[in-house]
C-alpha cells in the first residue's frame, strides 16, 4: 500500500528508493572508509565506487571520457563551463555563448559568473524557442557559428518538453562550440545517445531519480577540455578534490542497477499511459484544462497544465487538501514571485503562465498510485465546483453576507453583499480578477449595484467596465457616476440595511475618497480607504495626480470621521496586514503621528513624504509601489506555535478556539483533527475574515485563537496582523497541517465531497 500523500513533483525532487536508501545505509556500515586509504577499509570503499562508475558508463553508453562523481548537476554545469570557457579565452572566432531560454537558471547564471570572473566579456545570449518549447534551430545555427559554448537541456523540468538534441547536433556542425547538455531531467526516462550525437559535456543529478541529495555525475567527452573546479586531495583522478560521498554514490548505484533491471522502473509506453489517465481525470475535473506543452514532445511523466480563470494557487491549495502534492511554475522559484521564465520564453499567455501547475510523477511509480492521484483529482474538480470556485461550471450557492476580500499582487478588492436583497458592491476591482468576481456573483445571484474605485490607479487601470461587462448587469447610465463609479444624485449606497456613504480625501490622488461603511443602527463597522492610509504606509503623493499639499488635511478629516480603533480597509496590503487602525499606525508611522497631533504643517508633511518617496523601487510583484513602507512597520513572528507544544497551549488557554483559516473548500476536502472535546473549532476563511475582526478585536478580544492552514503562511500572517492591531492572544500554527502529527490519520477519510458538506 502507498502512503496517503502522493507525491507527484517528482521533477522537483523525488522519494529515496528503497534499494538506494539501504545501499547508502550499508555504505555508512560496511564502507565508511576513506576511498583515498590504502588499508582495507578503504579498499572497500573506492571499489564501491568504482562499480557504480562502471554502472554509469554502461548505462549512459559512454565507454571513454571522464564520468566525475559531484555535489549534483549545478556543480557538474559549473565545472563544464569553467572547462569550455578556459579553452576559449582569446580566441578571435569565439563572440558568444549560447543557452536554450528555458534552461535551468543554473546554466545562464554559471555562463555570466564565469564569463565574468574569466574576464572574457563575451555575449551570453539565450536561444530562443517556439510555443511548442522547442529551439529555433535556425537561430542556433546561423548564431553557433560564433559561439564558444552551446547548452541545452535535454528535457525541461517545468513544461516537460524534449529537446531535439539531434537536431541540435546537426545545426551545430560547423560551430566550433563544445556542447553542454543538461540530462537531468532525462535520466531514466530517456535514452541519451551522448556518443553518436557528440556531446561534449553532460550534467546529471540523483536526486531527480530516486538517489539522495547531494550526488550528480559530469560526463566530458574524451578529448574535450576539463579544468577542476575543485583543487586538493587529488581525489577522482584531480578531476574533483574532496573526499568522495560514498553512501550517496552507492545509492546513485543501486538507482543505476533498478534501471538496468526491469522491475523497479515502468517503460516509457506505460509511463505514456498513465500520464494519459492524468490528463484525462484533470480534463473532467477541470472543464477547459489546456496543457501548456504538446504531448508529442513531452516527458512521458510530466503535465504542464492551466485552468482558465483559475489561479495556480487556488489548485494548489485543494490538491495539497487531500495530499497530492504539486507544484506551480519550478520549484526553484517557488518561493519568489517570479513567474515561470520558461512559459515566458514559449510565449504563451500571461493567464496561463499564472494560472500554471505542474504534475510530474516518476519512473518507479505504479498504477495504484496513479489511478488513487485521478480519483483525488476529480474530488478536488467537485468540490471546487460546489463552491463556484471554477467559472465553467456555475452552481447556486447560499449568499452568505458581509465582506468578502480578494488580492492580487499586493492590491485588494473588496465585495460587500447584503444576504437579504443579494445586492451587492466591488470595491477596487482588479483586473486579475473579473472573472472570479463575475462568478462568485453568478454563482450567488447577487445584484451588483455599483462598482467603485477609492481613487485613479497609479498601478492598474480600472476595471469597472470589464467587470460590469462580465456580469451581464447594466451600470446606472454612465452620465449619473462620478469617474470612480458613484451614483451622482445619491449621497448614499444602500446595500439592505447597511449603507455605505462616501469622503473625500484628496492627497495620494486629487480624486482620492474613502467609503465609508454603516451598520442598520448607523454604527461605523469600517472604511475602505484605498491607499490614502495603508498598514505600514501613506499612499504616495508623487504621482501627476496627486494632490500632496492637500494630504495631511485629509488624513486628519478621515481621523475626525472613523475615530481610532475603525478598521481602516487598504487599497494595497503588502504585507498581508489584512487591515489597519489609526491606532496601529500611529504607533508605527512617525510622520502620521505628527501630522494628526498638528507637529506638522501640510507644506512640511508634503516635503517630508516627499522625501521618503524618493528612489522607490517595484514591489515584489513587479508592480509600482503604491506607498513607501515605514521600516519598522512589520512586526516580526512571536506567536508561532510548534504541534508539540499544542497540548500545553490547551492547558494554558482552556477557552482556546482553533480558527481554520483555509477556505472553504480546502475544509471540505481536509478536516481539521480535533484538538480534544472542551477545544473550539471555528472556520472563517480568509477571503472572509475581515468579518471576524471587530469580534475578535472588541469585546472578545483577550479571547485566545490558534490559527491553522495548510502550510502556516496565512494563519502566521494573520496571526501577526492580529498582534499588529492589538491582539493579545493570538497563535499560529508553524507549519500548519503539514506538520501536524495526527493529519496523516485524517487524510485516509478523504471522502466524496457531497459526503462532508
Ligand atoms: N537542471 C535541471 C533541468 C534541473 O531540473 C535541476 C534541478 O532543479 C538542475 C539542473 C539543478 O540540479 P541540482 O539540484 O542537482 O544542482
Known amino acids: 500500500m502507498h502512503s496517503q500523500e502522493i507525491y507527484l513533483d517528482s521533477n522537483a525532487t523525488t522519494s529515496v528508493l528503497p534499494q538506494a536508501r539501504a545501499a547508502a545505509l550499508n555504505a555508512m556500515s560496511e564502507c565508511f572508509g576513506n576511498p583515498s586509504s590504502v588499508h582495507a577499509s578503504g579498499l572497500k570503499a573506492r571499489a564501491c565506487i ?38 576559449v579565452a582569446g580566441r578571435s572566432d569565439v563572440r558568444c555563448l549560447l543557452y536554450g531560454a528555458t534552461e ?8 555570466r559568473h564565469w564569463n565574468q570572473v574569466l574576464g572574457l566579456g563575451l555575449e551570453v545570449l539565450a536561444i530562443p524557442v517556439a510555443t511548442d518549447g522547442r529551439h529555433d534551430l535556425a537561430w542556433l545555427r546561423e548564431h553557433a557559428r560564433h559561439a564558444g559554448l552551446v547548452c541545452t537541456m535535454a528535457a525541461n523540468n517545468e513544461s516537460g518538453v524534449i529537446s531535439d538534441l539531434a537536431g541540435i547536433s546537426t545545426a551545430l556542425q560547423q560551430s566550433p562550440a563544445l556542447w553542454l547538455v543538461d540530462g537531468v531531467q532525462a535520466l531514466g526516462k530517456l535514452t541519451l545517445n551522448l556518443v553518436q550525437l557528440g556531446v561534449d559535456y553532460a550534467v546529471f543529478s540523483g536526486h531527480k531519480l530516486y538517489a539522495p541529495k547531494g550526488i550528480g555525475l559530469l560526463y566530458v567527452c574524451e578529448g574535450a577540455p576539463l579544468t577542476p573546479l575543485l583543487a586538493g586531495g587529488g581525489q577522482e583522478g584531480a578531476l574533483r578534490s574532496g573526499t568522495e560521498n560514498v553512501p550517496a554514490i552507492a545509492a546513485l548505484g543501486a538507482v543505476f542497477e533498478a534501471l538496468e533491471d526491469t522491475d523497479s522502473f515502468r517503460d516509457v509506453t506505460t509511463l505514456k499511459v498513465f500520464r494519459d489517465r492524468l490528463a484525462t481525470a484533470l480534463c473532467d475535473a477541470f472543464p477547459g484544462l489546456m496543457f501548456n ?199 448614499s449606497l444602500i446595500l439592505g440595511r447597511q449603507r455605505l456613504s462616501r469622503l473625500a480625501l484628496p492627497g495620494h490622488t486629487q480624486d482620492a475618497v474613502a467609503y465609508l461603511w454603516y451598520s442598520e443602527s448607523d454604527v461605523l463597522l469600517g472604511a475602505f480607504v484605498g491607499d490614502t492610509i495603508m498598514p505600514g504606509a501613506l499612499g504616495r503623493s508623487d504621482f ?96 508561532g506555535v510548534e504541534a508539540s507544544q499544542l497540548k500545553k497551549l490547551v492547558q494554558r488557554h482552556s477557552t482556546l478556539i482553533v480558527v481554520d ?96 458538506v
Not at 55 to 75: D, I, K, N, Q
Not at 599 to 628: N, R, W, Y
Open 293 to 491: 506543452a504538446p504531448a508529442k514532445w513531452c516527458l512521458p511523466t510530466t503535465l504542464n497544465f492551466s485552468v482558465p480563470d483559475v489561479d495556480a494557487k487556488l489548485l494548489l491549495d485543494a490538491f495539497d487538501a487531500v495530499g497530492l502534492r504539486m507544484s506551480g511554475g519550478s520549484a526553484c522559484s517557488a518561493t519568489s514571485q517570479q513567474d515561470s521564465h520558461v512559459l515566458r520564453a514559449m510565449g504563451l499567455p500571461a493567464w496561463q503562465i499564472n494560472s500554471a501547475v505542474r504534475l510530474s510523477f516518476g519512473p518507479a511509480d505504479d498504477i495504484t498510485l496513479i489511478d488513487e492521484a485521478c480519483r483525488r483529482i476529480r474530488l478536488c474538480g467537485s468540490s471546487l465546483k460546489q463552491h463556484g470556485l471554477l467559472p465553467s461550471s456555475p452552481v447556486k450557492l447560499r449568499p452568505e453576507g458581509g465582506l468578502v476580500r480578494l488580492t492580487a499582487n499586493g492590491a485588494c478588492c473588496y465585495l460587500l453583499l447584503d444576504a437579504e436583497s443579494r445586492r451587492c458592491v466591488v470595491i477596487d476591482p482588479l483586473p486579475e480578477l473579473t472573472a472570479t468576481l463575475a462568478q462568485w456573483m453568478r454563482c450567488r445571484d447577487a445584484v451588483l449595484i455599483a462598482v467603485l474605485d477609492t481613487h485613479s490607479h497609479g498601478d492598474h487601470v480600472s476595471s469597472s467596465g470589464a467587470l460590469w461587462q462580465a456580469t451581464g448587469a447594466r451600470p446606472a447610465d454612465p452620465g449619473a457616476l462620478d469617474a470612480l463609479g458613484w451614483p451622482l444624485a445619491q449621497d
Open 104 to 111: 535551468h537558471k543554473a546554466v545562464p547564471e554559471a555562463l
Open 544 to 639: 501627476e495626480q496627486s494632490a500632496p499639499l492637500e494630504y495631511c488635511d485629509s488624513l486628519r478629516r478621515l481621523r475626525q470621521f472613523v475615530g481610532s480603533n475603525t478598521l481602516l480597509m487598504p487599497g494595497h496590503d503588502y504585507e498581508d496586514r489584512l487591515a489597519c487602525t489609526f491606532e496601529s499606525e500611529l504607533a508605527a508611522q512617525p510622520l502620521l503621528k505628527r501630522a494628526l497631533h498638528e507637529q506638522v504643517d501640510p507644506v512640511a508633511f508634503a516635503a517630508e513624504k516627499a522625501q521618503l518617496e524618493s528612489g522607490l523601487a517595484l514591489t515584489k510583484h513587479h508592480t509600482i509601489v503604491c506607498g513607501a513602507q515605514v521600516s519598522n512597520a512589520c512586526a516580526p513572528m512571536q506567536n
Open 661 to 756: 483559516v483555509r477556505e472553504s473548500h480546502e475544509q471540505q476536502l481536509c478536516k481539521l483533527p480535533s484538538l480534544g472535546p472542551q477545544t473550539r473549532m471555528q472556520s472563517v476563511p480568509l477571503t472572509r475574515l475581515l468579518n471576524a475582526l471587530p469580534s475578535w478585536l472588541g469585546a472578545a478580544h483577550d479571547q485566545a485563537l490558534l490559527l491553522v492552514c495548510r502550510s502556516g503562511n496565512r494563519s502566521g500572517a494573520v496571526a501577526r496582523a492580529l498582534a499588529q492591531l492589538g491582539h493579545p492572544n493570538c497563535y499560529s500554527l508553524i507549519g500548519g497541517l503539514a506538520l501536524w502529527p495526527s493529519v496523516a490519520d485524517q487524510k485516509t477519510k478523504v471522502t466524496s465531497p457531497s459526503l462532508l
Open 50 to 87: 568504482a562499480e557504480v562508475r562502471a554502472r554509469a558508463r554502461r548505462l549512459l553508453g559512454v565507454p571513454s571520457g571522464e564520468l566525475v562523481f559531484t555535489s549534483g548537476a549545478t556543480e557538474g554545469i559549473q565545472t563544464a563551463v569553467l572547462s569550455a570557457l578556459q579553452a
